[in-house]
């Protein structure tokens, strides 16, 4: 392959980064009800064919998109004057975001399960834990996420190739994804907030603007780091 048919690819990789961040925006839209204070509703909620597919398109689906995107970005700016903290913020977030695919396979295949097994009369499966790896493994995914996302960010800023607002863009949609939406939610109601959609829409929305003004057509239009 040649240098040219690479820049082709690594061009149509930067769209899978507001790709895969609306389909993380559309899977978090509605919150799961509280699993502790009424598991009943709970049950029904996830027991749905909604869930499952927004769950499957959206939230495992979008998160296989989003690690084509960050390698993507990574090589974009690999010649740039941020080319080296790029690649191991690439690198970073992408194996963060991998991490975070353990959770995403169980809650599209196993938590459906558990929902209709406790329709159907067993409630005792919601006793059911999972071993601690699991949640640690959730945890460090989480953590080179949000770092590695952070910091590619910066380097969108740094490239001299990217507009500088669209990494500053990029950054605050991280902080409000990451520390306001996944872990308060976590830490308050268990499930998702509204501002885990938010944050979830502002890296689409700088996705978008990274990724057209990535393409030759963009390029043209103007000085990359207005």
């Known amino acids: 392959m040649n240098p040219q048919d690479t820049g082709r690819w690594v061009r149509v990789g930067l769209w899978t980064l507001p790709a895969s961040w609306l389909l993380t925006a559309w899977s978090s839209l509605e919150p799961q009800p509280d699993q502790a204070a009424d598991p009943g509703a709970w049950a029904r909620f996830v027991s ?8 499957l398109i959206g939230s495992t689906g979008g998160t296989i998109l989003a690690v084509f995107g ?13 080319g080296r903290l790029a690649l191991g913020a690439a690198v970073t977030a992408a194996a ?37 790896s699991m949640t640690a493994a959730f945890m460090a ?11 590619l960010g910066v380097a969108v800023w740094q490239s001299h190739v990217l507009p500088r607002w ?18 308060l939610g ?14 979830a829409a502002l890296l689409a929305v700088a996705g978008g603007w990274i990724a057209w003004r990535g ?6 239009r103007g000085s990359p780091a207005g």
């Open 215 to 220: 393409s030759p057509q963009g390029h043209r």
């Open 96 to 132: 963060g975001t991998a991490l975070l695919l353990v959770p995403a396979v169980i809650s599209t295949f196993v938590t459906p399960a558990v929902g209709r097994a406790y329709l159907a009369g067993n409630q005792d499966i919601m006793q059911l834990e999972f071993p601690g």
């Open 48 to 55: 749905t064919d909604s869930y499952q597919v927004s769950h």
């Open 141 to 151: 995914g989480l953590l080179l996420a949000f770092v590695g996302t952070v910091l």
């Open 186 to 199: 976590q830490a308050t109601t268990g499930s998702s907030l509204p501002t885990q959609s938010a944050g």
């Open 166 to 183: 669209a990494g500053a863009l990029w950054v605050a949609g991280a902080v409000v994804f990451y520390a306001l939406g996944v872990v």
């Open 70 to 82: 960050l390698f993507a970005l990574g090589c974009y700016l690999a010649g740039s004057r941020s």
